[in-house]
């Protein structure tokens, strides 16, 4: 129960990798504000199942795009739990589409940065407050913003390469505070992300050329995240910690 205690709120924390981390964080002693957009079924599956395992949470709908929307899921995260946030974890974002540049208008290009870049500057800007006692900030890069991203994702992998640098510059500013950032970088991970926008003989390709020769799963990104919001990452901030299997090294 590394987290006993402790108040987390996970953005984007409904499906997926983000449901995965929201229970995983509940399973170590966390209370767990759920934020989600658009599928109230799927909070309330994630949160069933923190509630079944023991655990305590909270679900808030909220578009991360928008300052009033983080600002009431902090709102309902301080009237369920109290004043002191401990964690927060960005997994809003995502690829949206794969488009050429050619392909891409001006519409898609800004909802690429809001949704993957504004989303992470607001969640920080509502939750740094109640972080007076200190607290552990993960956001999601990807693989992506190492290494340029596959066809048609040149606008998200610049997207998460803003939230590389973010992740640094919110590490300098926030440490005085005793405030961590740190952030994960996926590689394929199996998620509904990849059943989306990836074929399956990529898919196929990509975890053959990688040493370990499988994708990875969302548990263990939640994983990572979970040791990286504890105690035992005390002395790590401005990491953006690859979780690939081994298909890229920085």
Known sequence: MRLESKVAIVFGGARDIGKSI???LASEGAKVVVNYFDNKADADETLALIKNNGGEGIIV???MTKAADAENVVKEAVKAFGSQIDIMVNVVGGLVGRKLVTEMDEAFFDFLMQVNVKSTFLTTKAVVPFMENGGAI???SSQAARDGGGPGASGYAAAKGAV???TR????ELGPKKIRVNALAPG???TTFHDRFTKDEVREKVAAGTPLRREGQASEAADLVAYLASDEA?????LNVDINGGTYFS
């Open 22 to 24: 929201s229970v995983k």
């Open 61 to 63: 709908q909220g578009d």
């Open 138 to 140: 993960v956001y999601f």
């Open 164 to 166: 590389m640098t973010y």
């Open 169 to 172: 510059s919110m590490a300098k």
């Open 188 to 190: 394929m991970i199996a």
């Open 234 to 238: 005390s002395f790590l901030t401005g």
